[in-house]
């Protein structure tokens, strides 16, 4: 990196050390979107007979976040390029923890809808160009695969922890037979879970206050603006790369599959006969497999370049959510969705933790990383509108096994895409290293 790309880095280690702002975008990175999915993810059969919800109606649901996310993405790439990352991450944590005692007063339908709509604007807009840009400032030229791979692998472990927190808070409202439980119980549980979520966002706060570096006046002015491109130029330079596009696809590919992740507790509950609580430690329990997956993937990248990375992990995927579209759950063969689980983490958390560390490989300037991060999200996170209520009606359509494999035929398939583009993608970036 030259001098001048160091110095718009915006960060001043000797006033901030590199170790803390990781931190920092660490706990932020995650607890922003604890309260719009982990709620849902690992506590969905309860999610489900407290709000008295369908699959679909959750899927609805999920789509007002996705839709409002979809608008956001590049504006707020654009405004990552723009102003400093520390206000923009303390102001959307501040008003996504808003939110969060909201969603704990149980709210109706329609007033769900507008809170993922509103999640869907504070965890966006503000925030993740701007995590993705400071992350990518951080790995520097040589390091990306290490920096998005510690960024994914600390969000998995702080996601971890507070999910095993989670956990227990459920358990303690639950009666020893979780099965007599009451309905009254059951809302108060979940609303202490709600409760336990909005805490860790609001905690982050002053993390990111005081670990995440203002850049300095005098280099902002100096550097940052007076010799970059306007937003429209920025726009059409990350337009015109092929790679950009192809990672798009990757995205959505791998989004797919963790949006898959969502299925599991609900999975278990209905085909391996789990009840509420064993269900929710599940999924709890392997997103503890996250750290070591997007380190080592994020190391792995580094050395055999993230493009061939991201194929091996669309392998894993093809092979795990293709084996139990066929195969017949056995209740007392228990362990096999136990591995199918740790090996589709392994590779989901895999790809989440390289999947944005290609922009170096794809050529795209550092000084429009936010640009490249808006654009690629647009159409990388579509699976925030659309999942939802497709799997809601796949499994609503044929209710029990059946609607499982089906939504587990469309995970592989979607895998087979995320590998497909994945090849293209590194032979299409390697081609101005031949020439």
Known sequence: MSQSEKQTSGFSHADSPRLMTMIALIIAGEAIFSLPFHVTRFFRPTFLEVFEFSNMQLGLVQASYG??????YFPGGQLADMFSARKLLAA????????????????AYQGLHLLFGFWGFTTILLFWGALIRATREWGADSAQGRAFGILDGGRGLFAALIGVIAVFVLRSFFPDDVAMATDVERIL???YVIYCYTFFTFLAVPLVWLCVPEPAVGLVNAN???????PLRRTIDVMRLPTVWLQSLIIVAAYVGYKGIDNYSLFAYTAYALNEVEAAELTAYSVWIRPLAA????????????????????ALMIFC???????TPNVSLIWILFANVIVTSAAVFGLRGIYFAMFEEGHVPALETGTATGLVSVIGFTPDIFMGPMSGWILDRSP????HQDFYLLMACFAFLGLLASVLFGRIARKPARS
């Open 67 to 72: 839709v409002i996310a979809m608008l956001a």
């Open 92 to 107: 959307s944590l501040i008003a996504t923890g808003l939110g969060g005692l909201y969603f704990a007063q149980i709210p």
């Open 189 to 191: 549980a979940l609303q």
């Open 224 to 230: 940052l603006f007076a010799n970059r491109p306007g």
């Open 295 to 314: 380190v080592g993937a994020g190391l792995l990248a580094d050395r055999i370049l993230p493009s061939r990375a991201t194929a091996l992990c669309f």
């Open 321 to 327: 959510f293709g084996f139990l579209s066929l195969d």
């Open 400 to 403: 029990g096994l059946q609607g």
